[in-house]
C-alpha cells in the first residue's frame, strides 16, 4: 500500500524494538525453539527490503534504531543508516566512521540537524559524507509557535539554503569515505571524503561540554565556548610527486591556495571546523 497505491518512494523504519526482541516460548508460533525468535528476526527486514527493492529498484529503505547502536545482523537488509537521535555532532561524526567501516556502501543520514551542537551544524553533516536533513516548523501552517530549535525562522532558512547548495553541488553522501585518520588519536579530529576526482577533508574540534550540552532543546548555547584550533594540519592520502589546488569550498568567501603532496601540511586557524576540497594539478 506504501509502495504502490500510495506511491511513496522509500520507508522509514523507526524504533529501538526493531534491534532485537526475546526468545517466544508460547506453542504454536511454528519455532523449533523459542530462541529462533531473535535469530531469526533479521530475516523479517530482509523480506521487507527486497519486496520494496521489487517494487522500487530506487527504493529508500532507511532503518533507524532510536538512539541505540544497530544491531549489526540488521545492516544487510537496508540501503541508508541514520545517525539515530544524536545528542551532539561528535555523534554524528563518530557513527558515521563506525558505518564507513562495517559497510561503506550504505548511505548515512546524519539526522534532523537540529540535534547537532547549536542546532545548525551543517559542517558535519557536509563533512563526513552525510545526506543532510532538517525538522523544522513552518512558522505560516502553525502560527501560535513563535520560537524554539525547530522554527523556521528567516535566518535558518538561509543557511539551510546555503548548505543545500554546498550538498548538490559536491554530492559528497555518493562519495568514498577514506580511512586516514584514526579517532580519538589524531587530532583534530578528520574524515576524508574520495569524489568526483577531488578529496575532501574535514577537521573538527569538540566543544568543552559535557555529552548533549549543545542540545538546543536543554541547554543554553551561549554558556558553551566556541571550540578553536590554531595549528597545522596534514593532508593525507596525496602524491608526493605531485601538487594540488585546495578550496575553502564551505566559506562564504571561498581561499585557493597551492598543496605540496611532497610535504602536505598547512597552517590553519579556525573555530569548531574546517572544510577543504583538494584536487591534482595537471
Known amino acids: 500500500m506504501f509502495m504502490l497505491t500510495w506511491n511513496f518512494d522509500g520507508l522509514k523504519l523507526d524504533g ?45 529503505i532507511q532503518f533507524c534504531p532510536c538512539g541505540c547502536a544497530i544491531n549489526y545482523y540488521m545492516i544487510p537488509n537496508f ?30 543520514y546524519g539526522d534532523h540537524i537540529e540535534l547537532t551542537d547549536g542546532g545548525l551544524d551543517f559542517g558535519t553533516q557536509i563533512g563526513v559524507g552525510a545526506v543532510i536533513g532538517s525538522k523544522f516548523t513552518w512558522p505560516k501552517d502553525n502560527p501560535d509557535v513563535k520560537d524554539g530549535p525547530f522554527v523556521l525562522t528567516p535566518e535558518k532558512e538561509a543557511l539551510i539554503r546555503k548548505w543545500m547548495k554546498i550538498y548538490k553541488e559536491n554530492n559528497l553522501a555518493r562519495g568514498e569515505y577514506l580511512n586516514l ?21 574535514a577537521f573538527y574540534v569538540n566543544p568543552e561540554a559535557p555529552l548533549g550540552a549543545m542540545d538546543p532543546a536543554h541547554v543554553d548555547k551561549a554558556t558553551v565556548p566556541e571550540p578553536t584550533y590554531s595549528g597545522t594540519l596534514e593532508l593525507r ?19 585557493e591556495f597551492t598543496v605540496d603532496g611532497s610535504n602536505p601540511k598547512i597552517d590553519v586557524n579556525f573555530t569548531r571546523n574546517y572544510l577543504l576540497k583538494v584536487i591534482e594539478n595537471n
Not at 529462533?36 to 523480506?47: D, G, I, N, R, V
Not at 585518520?181 to 577533508?201: M, S
Not at 592520502?237 to 581561499?255: N, Q, V
Open 79 to 108: 540501503n541508508q543508516a541514520v545517525a539515530s537521535d544524536p545528542m551532539s555532532s561528535c555523534q554524528v561524526r563518530m557513527k558515521r566512521k563506525a558505518y564507513a567501516a562495517m559497510a561503506p556502501q550504505l548511505a548515512y
Open 16 to 60: 529501538q524494538h526493531m534491534n532485537c526482541c526475546q526468545p517466544d516460548f508460547n506453542e504454536g508460533t511454528g519455532l523449533e525453539s523459542g530462541w529462533q525468535a531473535p535469530e531469526l528476526m533479521p530475516s523479517y527486514f530482509e523480506k521487507l527490503y527486497a519486496e520494496a527493492r521489487q517494487m522500487k529498484p530506487d527504493a529508500v
Open 181 to 201: 585518520y584514526t579517532w580519538g588519536y589524531d587530532y583534530p579530529e578528520a574524515h576524508v571524503i574520495r569524489q568526483n576526482d577531488a578529496l575532501y577533508y
Open 237 to 255: 592520502g596525496l602524491d608526493p610527486a605531485k601538487t594540488y589546488t585546495a578550496i575553502e569550498y564551505t566559506a562564504d568567501e571561498p581561499r
